[in-house]
């Protein structure tokens, strides 16, 4: 399974996260390294049609505290 980064290229995902207060989804990748992070919306639970991208590791470890 792949998605399209902002260029349009297909990338393989490697872990996908949400945060604890559910509005943000963390996706990493095995492409380019980026990490893409996503808005959920609470009512519909839609996510934005385009993410921020964070250079980041591929690994995702949100904390709760």
């Known amino acids: 399974n792949f998605f399209y980064?902002?260029?349009g290229e297909p990338e393989?995902?490697?872990?996908?996260q949400a945060?604890?207060?559910g509005?943000?989804?963390y996706v990493s990748n095995?492409?380019?390294g980026p990490m893409l992070l996503y808005h959920i919306d609470?009512?519909?639970?839609?996510l934005t049609s385009k993410p921020?991208?964070?250079?980041?590791?591929?690994y995702i470890n949100l904390l709760t505290s």
């Open 52 to 58: 921020v991208r964070i250079q980041l590791l591929t």
């Open 19 to 21: 945060h604890p207060n």
């Open 30 to 32: 095995r492409g380019t």
């Open 5 to 7: 980064n902002l260029d």
């Open 12 to 16: 393989y995902g490697a872990e996908i």
């Open 42 to 46: 609470q009512e519909t639970g839609l």
């Open 23 to 25: 509005k943000w989804l």
